[in-house]
Structures are given as structure tokens and as C-alpha cells.
């Protein structure tokens, strides 16, 4: 699967390494290109997730404002909840499509 920003691949990983939650595809962190990403100020608490770390994507000389999402240290129950420990994974929204 990919994450991709009109022809930019952002990530890319098997399918078999990706979680779905809540209809979104969790990228793991290694296959996330992290040099296109850059961390946001944008507060979001997830009342069963935890805090939400929100990313930028740069696409050549622009700045996507919050493309990008992850929870770095979400609450244990969460896992509990989506069988599989997602810290850090990431997962894209607006403009950018995930694709086979």
C-alpha cells in the first residue's frame, strides 16, 4: 500500500503491516518518508486514543498544513481496543491517497 501526494510516494508498506482505525490506514513509522513530514503545533486529545501529534507534508516549496496524524504514546486501553500496538504509526488525510 501507499500514501501518495499527487506523484510523491509519502509511505509505502505491505498491507499485512498496516492497521486500519476508524476507516484510516496506519502507516508503520519506517516506511513513512519522514524527511517530507514536518510536526505541527496543532493540538488534538483523542478521548479513547490519547494526544495526536499532527504533520505537515512538504510538497516542493509548499507547506500541506496537518496531512499527516499519529499517536505517539496512546492510551494502553487503545491497544486493547485495535488489538495491535499503533504508537507512532501514521496515517494521512486530505489530499493524500492511499492506494494498492
Known amino acids: 500500500m501507499k500514501a501518495v501526494l499527487n506523484d510523491t510516494v509519502i509511505a509505502e508498506a505491505p498491507e499485512s503491516d498496516l492497521i486500519k482505525i476508524e476507516g484510516n490506514w496506519y502507516f508503520p513509522p519506517s516506511s513513512v518518508n519522514a524527511d517530507l513530514l514536518e510536526k505541527s503545533d496543532t493540538p488534538y486529545l483523542c478521548p479513547w486514543k490519547g494526544e495526536c501529534q499532527y504533520f505537515s507534508i512538504k510538497q516542493g516549496g509548499t507547506l500541506l498544513q496537518d496531512r499527516a496524524f499519529s499517536y505517539p504514546t496512546p492510551y494502553p486501553s ?23
Open 78 to 100: 487503545a491497544f486493547d481496543r485495535v488489538g495491535k500496538d499503533f504508537s507512532g504509526y501514521v496515517a494521512f488525510w486530505k489530499d493524500v491517497q492511499v492506494v494498492e
